[in-house]
């Protein structure tokens, strides 16, 4: 299933284009997922007329400059700024925020399980961020620990250029499914803009100024445990129309390949429907789970003990069902998927980068990055997707992309060498035009950014609109 998304698109048709539609594409699209024995190199697939050609369809608008602003709230400092409304900031780094005492008593009606509870919640609100342009999309992250009997809730407050103001539900989270189902919460769109499962997006002459991001944290009245937050922020930006973007250099990662185990999605086909069913539907809990592995985390033999021992690689498995959607029925979700990734004490961002400079920044200080694109087959050489999830590991000595593709029918299949140049067209792009001749949509640069706490990121490579955590310790 594809995790891809509409990016900041507003077209002159007004509105902007379905994140759900699109990302409903890769599995309603039926793709073939070809798995090729070897190392794969897309190059090799297609005849260089054949490559021109299919760029040639995505040459002639390169827009304006895009925006983007990552924020982030995650340490005791950042947390005492919010407005704290029964939580307690816990002093100390990396602790975040818990439940001190409860500000009042909600019940839940969970859509799928059928069931209404009480729960007593406590909120924090951060401070305002003010945007130095207007933001036609958000897209926010959270890394919390929830026990079961927890769950939390994340809103986005935005304010509009004409002082409008609105509040979205960005996603209702839980790590544990046995008592309560995770869910995005879509249906909610008004003339200022709408929430298409994981991301806001502004309705064609509106655009966003400033925003807060407000945590509610559940627990059954009465008990000790609590949700435990302890780094929320969002990628705010507005990435105008483009089919395409700028040719790059090789830089600073030329030649460097990280050590990344591969895991093939094709291997889980039909495995589990009641998480999306394998193949196809996993690219993005496959990928995300080759970068948890990488900084040697991942679940135990116990947590893994519900997965039937004759599958492969079960780790993917889990993945999949704890990074479920089950408001979106799919394994798509990209903050979801993070949160998944942040249980095992990592973290973990959804952003928005500017250019496959940033990416070769990221590669060369020894983060590997998934990203997420979409493209026809004459494009990619091997499959059409509207939207997928790989695996960024490195660059060759000619500064073509390595990528550990899981779109393979074995692990010993899923290294693949792309082309530089396609490569940064369909990742950066926002729109396309695919086989059929109707329009495709691209995610302009989304990336999930997973690391250990203590590992320091590189500088930002433009400060006027940093894609990561400007201070390193993200």
């Not at 599958?311 to 408001?327: K, N």
Request: with cysteine.
């Amino acid at each position: 299933m594809s995790a891809n998304s509409p990016s900041d698109r507003q077209g002159a048709a007004g509105g902007a284009v379905s994140r759900r539609l699109v990302l409903a594409g890769g599995a309603a699209a039926g793709a073939a997922m070809v798995g090729v024995s070897g190392a794969r190199t897309a190059a090799a697939a297609t005849n260089g007329t054949d490559t021109e050609a299919a760029m040639a369809g995505s040459a002639g608008k390169s827009a304006g400059q895009a925006r983007v602003r990552f924020d982030r709230w995650t340490t005791w400092s950042d947390f005492r700024c919010g407005e704290s409304d029964g939580v307690l900031p816990l002093p100390g780094p990396r602790l975040g925020v818990v439940i001190a005492e409860a500000a009042g008593t909600t019940s839940y009606a969970d859509p799928y399980l059928g069931t209404t509870t009480e729960y007593e919640y406590a909120t924090w609100t951060s401070p305002a961020r003010r945007l130095d342009f207007g933001a036609t999309q958000l897209t926010a992250h959270w890394n919390a620990d929830t026990p079961k009997g927890t769950f939390l809730k994340v809103e986005l407050l935005a304010t509009m250029e004409d002082g409008h103001h609105d509040t979205w539900v960005m996603g209702v989270w839980t790590l544990d499914d046995s008592e309560l189902d995770r869910t995005s919460v879509n249906g909610q769109s008004n003339a200022y803009g709408e929430v298409d499962t994981d991301t806001w997006n502004a309705e064609t002459g509106h655009a966003m100024r400033s925003y807060q991001l407000r945590l509610t944290l559940l627990r059954r009245p009465g008990s000790r445990a609590t949700p435990r937050v302890w780094q929320i922020g969002a990628t705010a930006s507005a990435v105008p129309s483009r089919t395409t973007v700028p040719a790059t250099t090789p830089g600073p990662a030329t030649g460097i390949t990280l050590a990344v185990k591969p895991y093939a999605q094709n291997l889980h086909k039909g495995q589990y429907v009641e998480y999306g069913g394998g193949g196809e539907a996993w690219c993005s809990p496959t990928s995300t789970e080759m970068v948890v592995e990488f900084w040697g985390k991942g679940p135990t033999s116990e947590q893994l003990s519900w997965v039937d021992p004759s599958y492969v690689d079960p780790s993917v498995d889990q993945a999949a069902r704890y990074s479920y959607d089950y408001g979106y029925q799919g394994t798509g979700n990209w903050p979801f998927t993070c949160a998944y990734a942040a249980s095992y004490g990592l973290d973990a961002m959804v952003v928005r980068l500017n250019s496959l400079t940033e990416l070769e920044t990221l590669i060369a200080a020894g983060f590997p990055v998934v990203t997420s694109q979409s493209f026809t087959k004459a494009e990619n050489g091997y499959y059409a997707s509207d939207g997928h999830l790989w695996c960024v590991i490195g660059f060759t000595d000619t500064g073509d992309v390595i990528v550990n593709d899981p779109a393979s029918n074995s692990d010993s299949d899923v290294y693949t060498v792309y082309p530089r140049r396609m490569f940064e067209t369909v990742w950066l792009r926002t729109d396309y035009t695919k086989a059929d001749g109707t329009p495709g949509y691209g995610s302009g640069g989304v990336a999930y950014l997973i690391k250990p706490h203590g590992r320091a990121l590189p500088d930002v490579v433009d400060p006027r609109n940093p894609s990561w955590p400007s201070d390193h310790w993200g």
